[in-house]
């Protein structure tokens, strides 16, 4: 008799849902044609509205407050539980599933604050954000709760009666426990608890502000370069840096006015900072970089200025040398304003690369229609990892957009893994940054089954036209296997405690999957299974793959620099503290020293800069997770990238256990 998770991938194939792209004279795979199709959405005008990911309270905006109450209510019981069950693994189980039930409410709407495209929706999300994280922060300083932790610690045949990994996850509760000062007082718990819920307000506040257009009187920009920015009555607006312009006027007039310094947003920023420093220094730490370190592959700031230091006095000559090519570019291309700015450092090394390997991005587009690079990354899962990419059709009120698509993850021995949403197209109101969200984390359920894994990858791809599917650049072809490789740790995670599931673990190795799949789709290898016109079906010459991996050689010292220079910031601003200048003077002289291109006066980046909030003090983990990934690639993939002994083992030793084992080991 099949079990659930066959009879969903014999669903999926049977229901009929995979149409070929009409203008497609090649064939594709069921998931490559899925995606290179336009999307044909029955309407189901009787069927019942199942809610958003299948949880029936969301299926309008005021479920969110019944989801919310549901997950307190589950909470109070389980924090009851575990004050009065004796040391022993059951303890570390009832802490997971207090975890669990306060993160799928959670997580899913952090998710839904910032994607839903209707208001009402965001606004109760993000009220649902701010009671769970509340309530989180409150459990974290709750004396009684952390004694039945505590006394299965101290209890050395209790402890020792523990396997590994429920060690491991008990030790990374107290953890928590510990940087939110369950140490202190009464009253200074009470203020812990007050500066994180200030935090979480100022965090939303900050990242809100990150996407806001700034906008200039119309008459303040010359007339032949207004066609490129959002006019409204007699105001310009301008919401990104509009890097790949080829007007130097375009790229400089968007680079000013969409850096101009918010006086609203300064004063938030500064906020949040003095917040997180106050934190740190009432639990117990130097600064909020020391506690944001603590159990990292870094472990502490220190360890990171070094690298940040070492690596930058390495690389100087190099990106010296990449802003001098830059620069001659420039002056040979505009003669009468040549100094090389830093909006110009995107473009004209784009400029560079398509001039010396002519791999201009249109050349190579029509070999990465979005069906084909969908087709690749489920080739190249099947023939590491044995894992397929299904297409599902979602029910009715299950996705927030209508073209969100719905993928099925599926091991050939253990069937069904979890579940995987595209939202890739553009949309307005949508944040103009590639993401990964984990909804749901995967566990093992006291029945003995797994509570599967959802997320979402979202992306802001072209929508495709009457005549052609989406076709990406080569930049966004790596941009979406650099999504998909933290979906596939999410899905590959099969950890026994929701708590480490997936990309549940130190920042700086939760990138290595995902930097590791960057290396993969710039392999001809790799490339040559799935780059093919979507008109022709003619392979992407080998030559041209080539030109590209080339290419990416010219400016990456000067690309790393950009990195190093937005590390080492990040760490100031979370080193000591006070400050000892105002956040764009300290930015300035960062970007002088660590740069390489002069800081432009009235501008302020740190307010553009939305990482401060997800990844403070921690933006060096793509630096540092890029070299792991590197020894990765070298010892297991380089040879043969489609090695399935490899495969398996990268699986097995890395992608399997998620945060449950330390990151050193692991690599090691």
């Known amino acids: 008799m099949l079990n659930r998770q066959w009879l969903t991938f014999f669903k999926c194939i049977q229901t009929g849902r995979f149409k070929t792209y009409r203008n497609v004279s090649t064939s594709w795979s069921p998931v490559g044609a899925a995606f290179n199709d336009q999307l044909r959405r029955k309407v189901d005008i009787f069927g019942k509205n199942v809610g958003l990911f299948g949880v029936h309270e969301l299926n309008s905006p005021v479920g969110f407050q019944v989801a919310q109450e549901n997950a307190l209510n589950e909470m109070e019981q389980l924090v009851e539980q575990a004050c009065r069950t004796p040391p022993g693994p059951q303890v570390v189980q009832i802490f997971d599933r207090l975890s669990d039930c306060l993160c799928r409410i959670a997580d899913l709407a952090d998710f839904v604050k910032v994607a839903h495209p209707d208001s009402s929706f965001r606004e109760a999300a993000e009220s649902t954000c701010m009671t769970i994280g509340t309530a989180v922060e409150k459990l974290n300083t709750n004396i009684e709760l952390c004694n039945s932790l505590k006394n299965l610690l101290n209890d050395k045949e209790a402890i020792d009666s523990l396997d590994p990994d429920t060690r491991r996850v008990a030790e990374l509760f107290?953890?928590?426990f510990e940087i939110s000062g369950i140490h202190l007082n009464k009253e200074k718990r009470k203020k812990v608890v007050n500066l994180n819920v200030q935090m979480l307000d100022l965090n939303n506040s900050f990242l809100l502000g990150t996407q806001l257009p700034n906008k200039i009187d119309r008459s303040a920009i010359p007339e032949h370069i207004q066609h490129y920015f959002s006019i409204q009555k007699d105001y310009i607006h301008v919401n990104s840096l509009h890097a790949d312009a080829p007007d130097d006027l375009v790229r400089e007039a968007a680079y000013k006015i969409f850096l101009y310094p918010n006086p609203e947003m300064l004063q938030c920023l500064d906020q949040l900072l003095a917040c997180r420093n106050q934190l740190a220094l009432l639990v117990g730490?130097?600064?909020?970089?020391?506690?944001?370190?603590?159990?990292?592959?870094?472990?502490?700031?220190?360890?990171?200025?070094?690298?940040?230091?070492?690596?930058?006095?390495?690389?100087?000559?190099?990106?010296?040398k990449d802003f001098s090519l830059m620069q001659e570019i420039k002056k040979k291309l505009n003669p009468r304003c040549s100094e090389l700015m830093p909006w110009d450092h995107p473009y004209y090394s784009g400029v560079l690369r398509a001039?010396?390997?002519?791999?201009?991005?249109?050349?190579?587009?029509?070999?990465?229609?979005?069906?084909?690079?969908?087709?690749?990354?489920?080739?190249?899962?099947?023939?590491?990892?044995?894992?397929?990419?299904?297409?599902?059709?979602?029910?009715?009120?299950?996705?927030?957009?209508d073209d969100v698509r719905k993928l099925a993850v599926v091991d050939e021995t253990d069937g069904l893994m979890g579940y995987i949403y595209c939202d890739f197209f553009y949309r307005s109101d949508k944040p103009n940054q590639d993401c990964h969200f984990t909804i749901r984390g995967g566990r093992l359920l006291e029945n003995g089954e797994y509570q599967l894994p959802v997320v979402v990858l979202m992306l802001s791809l072209p929508h495709p036209t009457a005549s052609s599917p989406t076709l990406l650049t080569p930049g966004m072809m790596e941009n979406l296997f650099h999504e998909m490789g933290h979906a596939m740790h999410s899905m590959l995670?099969?950890?026994?405690?929701?708590?480490?599931?997936?990309?549940?673990?130190?920042?700086?190795?939760?990138?290595?999957?995902?930097?590791?799949?960057?290396?993969?789709?710039s392999d001809y290898r790799v490339v040559r299974q799935f780059a093919r016109h979507y008109q022709t079906g003619q392979p992407l010459p080998q030559n041209m793959v080539?030109?590209?991996?080339?290419?990416?050689?010219?400016?990456?010292?000067?690309?790393?620099?950009?990195?190093i220079f937005y590390s080492v910031l990040d760490q100031i601003y979370h080193g000591k503290y006070p400050l000892p200048k105002s956040t764009t003077e300290i930015l300035k002289e960062t970007q002088e020293k660590f740069y390489g291109l002069p800081y432009v006066q009235n501008t302020a980046w740190q307010l553009r800069f939305s990482h401060l909030v997800g990844y403070g003090a921690k933006y060096y983990s793509y630096l540092m997770s890029r070299a792991v990934a590197s020894m990765v690639w070298k010892q297991c993939f380089m040879k043969d990238p489609l090695n399935r002994i490899m495969g398996d083992r990268y699986r097995r030793e890395m992608l399997a256990h998620g945060g449950g084992k330390v990151p050193m080991f692991m690599v090691e």
Not at 501 to 518: H, K, N, Q, W, Y
Not at 546 to 563: F, I, T
């Open 174 to 176: 107290m953890f928590d």
């Open 355 to 401: 001039e010396r390997f002519n791999i201009e991005p249109g050349l190579y587009s029509p070999f990465f229609s979005l069906g084909a690079c969908m087709d690749g990354l489920n080739l190249l899962f099947t023939q590491l990892f044995g894992v397929s990419l299904c297409i599902e059709e979602p029910e009715k009120g299950e996705v927030w957009s």
């Open 546 to 563: 080539s030109r590209l991996c080339e290419s990416k050689k010219l400016c990456a010292a000067a690309d790393l620099q950009l990195q």
């Open 493 to 521: 995670g099969r950890t026994r405690y929701q708590h480490v599931t997936g990309t549940r673990c130190p920042t700086d190795f939760a990138e290595v999957p995902s930097i590791l799949m960057e290396y993969f789709a």
């Open 285 to 320: 730490y130097e600064s909020f970089a020391h506690r944001a370190l603590k159990g990292t592959m870094a472990k502490d700031p220190e360890t990171v200025m070094y690298f940040l230091s070492r690596l930058s006095e390495r690389l100087s000559k190099r990106s010296e």
